[in-house]
């Protein structure tokens, strides 16, 4: 199944398109539009961000319950048993990832924002596409600020 992509980039007189990827299902129960509109979407990314998140909390929790009947050597090897990697690491990469989510919706909206007025120009009026875009812009970047500001680096 073929989708088109337009990734465009504007840096002076330069533009760079991309068309035409060729998609294939990646499960057989699951058409390409639900895998890339649904699995791949923001707010799938934040859910397993949190999943993920509660995952590594569990394994937390079952470090320190089998702290005490795993030898030091068995831990090691094991892997990411330690305090600063359970306690810091695992909380600044997951904010990482999610960080990096949230900053980009922010970058696409801005973009589809900017598109919009562009395309508006053109047409000499203002448009319905242009007030949706500019709700959808509001809306990610009160999303990215806000976990901006709920942010804490663990050291």
Do not use: C
């Amino acid at each position: 199944m073929k989708h088109s992509l337009i990734l465009v980039f504007v840096f002076g007189f330069f533009r760079i398109t991309l068309a035409e990827m060729d998609y294939h299902p990646i499960s057989p129960d699951e058409p390409v539009s639900i895998s890339e509109n649904t699995r791949f979407s923001i707010e799938n990314s934040l859910l397993s961000i949190k999943n993920i998140q509660s995952a590594l909390y569990s394994f937390v929790k079952l470090t320190e319950v089998s702290v005490q009947q795993i030898d030091n050597r068995t831990l090691r090897d094991i892997g990411n048993t330690d305090w600063e990697i359970q306690n810091l690491a695992f909380k600044n990469w997951s904010q990482s990832i999610e960080g990096t989510l949230y900053k980009y919706q922010y970058l696409t909206k801005k973009l589809e924002y900017e598109l919009e007025i562009e395309k508006s120009k053109k047409n000499h009026k203002m448009n319905l596409k242009i007030e949706n875009a500019r709700q959808a812009l509001l809306k990610a970047e009160k999303e990215y600020q806000s976990f901006w500001e709920s942010l804490e680096i663990y050291d």
